[in-house]
C-alpha cells in the first residue's frame, strides 16, 4: 500500500503541476522617501526649473548637466533616438506616483506640481546642482528648446502617418 502513494506522489511532481509560492520584495515610494533621496529631489528641482519638458529632452538634458558637474549620478547608455537612463525614468516614474510631477495630455511634457513646489521650498536641494544650473540657465533653456522642438516634430510626423494609415470614408453624392 505504501509504494502506490509514493507513485502517485512520485507523478504529480514530474507532470509539473506544483504551484510555486514567490515573494519579491518592492520598494515602497512615500513622499518622505522622495524627500530623503538627493538624486530624486534634484531631478525634481531640474523640472521646476526648465519645465515643462518631454522626457527624451530630459535624459539629453540630465547627461549635459552631470557633464557640467552636477552630481546626479545616472548612467546613459545610446539607443536610436539619443540617450535614456533607467534610473532616471524609474525618478520619474516615482516623482508621478506621489504626485510631484505630473504629464500635460496634450503636450506630452512634466511639470512640476503644487506638491512639488511646497516640497522644493521646504528641503533643500544639493548646491552642485543648483550652481550648475543657475551658471548655464540660458544655454541649458535653449538646449531644451531645440530637443522639444525636436521631438514635438517626430510626435507631429508620427501622426501624420497613422492618420494616413487608418481608411478614410468619403461620402459619394450623386
Request: charged letters at 30%.
Given at each position: 500500500?505504501?509504494?502506490?502513494?509514493?507513485?502517485?506522489?512520485?507523478?504529480?511532481?514530474?507532470?509539473?503541476?506544483?504551484?510555486?509560492?514567490?515573494?519579491?520584495?518592492?520598494?515602497?515610494?512615500?513622499?518622505?522617501s522622495i524627500i530623503k533621496n538627493q538624486r530624486q529631489?534634484?531631478?525634481?528641482?531640474?523640472?521646476?526649473?526648465?519645465?515643462?519638458?518631454h522626457e527624451r529632452t530630459l535624459h539629453s538634458i540630465?547627461?549635459?548637466?552631470?557633464?557640467?558637474?552636477?552630481?546626479?549620478?545616472?548612467?546613459?547608455?545610446?539607443?536610436?533616438?539619443?540617450?535614456?537612463?533607467?534610473?532616471?525614468?524609474?525618478?520619474?516614474?516615482?516623482?508621478?506616483?506621489?504626485?510631484?510631477?505630473?504629464?500635460?495630455?496634450?503636450?506630452?511634457?512634466?511639470?512640476?506640481?503644487?506638491?512639488?513646489?511646497?516640497?522644493?521650498?521646504?528641503?533643500?536641494?544639493?548646491?552642485?546642482?543648483?550652481?550648475?544650473?543657475?551658471?548655464?540657465?540660458?544655454?541649458?533653456?535653449?538646449?531644451?528648446?531645440?530637443?522639444?522642438?525636436?521631438?514635438?516634430?517626430?510626435?507631429?510626423?508620427?501622426?501624420?502617418?497613422?492618420?494616413?494609415?487608418?481608411?478614410?470614408?468619403?461620402?459619394?453624392?450623386?
Amino acid at each position: 500500500m505504501p509504494k502506490k502513494e509514493e507513485q502517485k506522489g512520485q507523478a504529480k511532481q514530474e507532470s509539473g503541476k506544483t504551484k510555486e509560492l514567490r515573494i519579491t520584495t518592492v520598494h515602497v515610494v512615500t513622499k518622505d522617501s522622495i524627500i530623503k533621496n538627493q538624486r530624486q529631489l534634484s531631478l525634481l528641482y531640474i523640472i521646476d526649473k526648465l519645465g515643462p519638458i518631454h522626457e527624451r529632452t530630459l535624459h539629453s538634458i540630465v547627461k549635459h548637466i552631470q557633464e557640467l558637474g552636477a552630481p546626479l549620478g545616472y548612467n546613459f547608455v545610446k539607443v536610436v533616438d539619443g540617450l535614456y537612463s533607467l534610473e532616471l525614468k524609474n525618478d520619474l516614474i516615482a516623482l508621478t506616483y506621489v504626485g510631484f510631477i505630473d504629464t500635460d495630455p496634450l503636450r506630452r511634457k512634466y511639470r512640476t506640481t503644487s506638491e512639488g513646489k511646497e516640497a522644493l521650498e521646504k528641503h533643500s536641494v544639493p548646491p552642485g546642482v543648483i550652481k550648475v544650473l543657475e551658471e548655464n540657465r540660458e544655454n541649458l533653456k535653449n538646449l531644451v528648446a531645440l530637443f522639444d522642438s525636436q521631438v514635438d516634430l517626430q510626435l507631429r510626423r508620427k501622426t501624420e502617418r497613422e492618420s494616413r494609415k487608418t481608411p478614410s470614408f468619403r461620402i459619394m453624392m450623386r
